[in-house]
């Protein structure tokens, strides 16, 4: 019997590759091009499965080009790169790869929270560029973060893992959410606080967002929300690119009328807008939020899993369409 076949479509780790090899054709991309479309479905065509990542656009056009999948297995936990009612129509499991990400995501929250509150990339720059040559009171003075207010958008478990390290610097969390979490959850994740949207925009000293990424989300923040923040407040975006509308945010840093950005994740990355490269208040890295070793290896690992069950008869534990099993 034919083994299934699959295709990789990035660079992961070569063990990743090997685990997937014991029971399948692989056919992987370790030199990390970046397919186009056509590129794409011709590689896919007469595939089982396909591992992705989000640089991969699956839409309904993969998707009709190639009746052999049945399984689209994303690394990462956000899946709006795939067209999954597309997949469910034509019986394709989708699956994530949920938790495995959430406290390394927190973490990296947290390192672009106090490095834009800090200024520090803004202050490392200067010094790089030979400027520092006395102390002043008034050098690179930033917003104090230990007993600010915290205001996370999207309240989810990386949301909550990220309220839980406010504690350790006395802050008050406040949040909103599609849905209020159940009271032992906000307890748990620092006494959080529910508020309306624009409670939160108004309210929050540093605004966190950590909500995934839905048409429906498109520019939740753009520049109505950005007005209703207070010129000293901070914005960090660890979520997904397109949440905020970076032409406002750029508008919004350029004139002051809000204090900084930490941003993880852009609109069209990697080709981001270049003027947020004009900008001395904004921390800008490369979609690197769970980027330690251990969780990039634990989500290659849940995405292998995933793959592997689907396509020899279990159940994938991370499913994201399981209407598409009786359609298959």
């Known amino acids: ?76 936990v956000g899946y709006n790169n795939i067209d999954v009612a597309a997949a469910t129509q034509a019986g394709i499991i989708v699956t994530n790869t949920p938790d495995v990400l959430n406290e390394t995501t927190a973490d990296f929250a947290w390192a672009l929270l106090l490095a834009t509150a800090r200024r520090v990339t803004e202050s490392e720059h200067w010094l790089r560029a030979g400027n520092w040559n006395k102390w002043r009171y008034d050098t690179f003075l930033g917003a104090d973060v230990h007993g600010a207010t915290l205001g996370i958008l999207g309240m989810g478990r990386i949301g909550q893992a990220i309220a839980r390290r406010a504690a350790g610097f006395n802050m008050r969390v406040i949040y909103h959410n599609r849905s209020r979490l159940a009271p032992e959850l906000e307890a748990r994740a620092n006494h959080a606080q529910y508020v309306g949207k624009d409670e939160l925009l108004r ?9 995934p990424y839905s048409p429906q989300v498109h520019h939740t923040v753009g520049a109505a929300e950005l007005a209703l923040m207070k010129p000293t407040a901070t914005l960090v975006n660890i979520a997904r690119g397109g949440i905020v509308d970076d032409a406002a945010l750029i ?55 995933n793959l592997i069950a689907a396509l020899t008869g279990g159940s994938p534990p991370n499913i994201l369409n399981p209407d598409a099993i009786n359609k298959g």
């Open 251 to 305: 508008a919004a840093l350029r004139a002051k009328r809000l204090a900084a950005a930490g941003l993880d994740v852009f609109e069209n990355e990697p080709a981001f807008d270049p003027a947020f490269l004009t900008l001395s208040n904004v921390v800008l890295t490369p979609h690197i939020a769970s980027a330690s070793e251990p969780t990039r290896r634990a989500m290659a690992q849940c995405a292998a899993a």
């Open 203 to 211: 309210s929050a000293d540093h605004l966190v967002l950590a909500l």
């Open 1 to 76: 019997m034919d083994r299934p076949r699959i295709l990789v479509t990035r660079a992961i780790f070569p063990d990743v590759i090997d685990a997937l090899s014991q029971h399948f054709d692989v056919e992987s991309n370790q030199d990390d091009r970046i397919f186009s479309s056509d590129e794409l479905i011709a590689k896919a065509a007469g595939k089982d499965g396909i591992f992705t990542t989000p640089s991969e656009r699956i839409g309904a056009d993969v998707i009709a080009a190639c009746p052999t999948l049945k399984a689209i297995c994303n690394m990462a």
